[in-house]
């Protein structure tokens, strides 16, 4: 069964790293782009960032040049590192495959999308 799992989410101060990760079962993830998407309460979903089957990266402007997505296909995982976090990033935090991330976010999603559980990354002082 395909099955996501995200962890790594926590309480975390202002200026501090966290690495999250999104395991896959089920599936090999190797052919694949995943997306690393957040989602503040109150607020909708958004675009992180996302990582294609050649390891070709895409950011959003809020997280270029403190976060990283990478991808282990020999563990089956990708990883978002973030560093430097805001409270402004506080979010449950979800990766996704069955994406298309060549265009702009906005078009990333697709009918066939699956979603993990999401983690709970909470910055705060």
């Known amino acids: 069964q395909l099955r996501l799992v995200e962890t790594g989410g926590g309480l975390v101060q202002p200026g501090g790293s966290m690495r999250l990760s999104c395991i896959a079962s089920?599936?090999?993830?190797?052919?694949?782009?995943v997306g690393w998407f957040r989602q503040a309460p109150g607020k909708e979903r958004e675009a992180v960032s996302c990582?294609?089957?050649?390891?070709?990266?895409s950011y959003l402007d809020f997280a270029e040049g403190r976060f990283t997505i990478s991808r282990d296909n020999a563990k089956n995982t990708v990883y978002l590192q973030m560093n430097s976090l805001k409270t402004e990033d506080t979010a449950v935090y979800y990766c996704?495959?069955?994406?298309?991330?060549?265009?702009?976010?906005?078009?990333?999603?697709?009918?066939?999308?699956?979603w993990g559980q999401g983690t709970q990354v909470t910055v705060s002082s």
């Open positions: 996704a495959v069955n994406i298309d991330c060549t265009g702009p976010p906005s078009t990333w999603l697709g009918p066939e999308t699956s």
């Open positions: 089920g599936f090999t993830l190797d052919p694949y782009s």
């Open positions: 990582v294609n089957s050649l390891a070709t990266t």
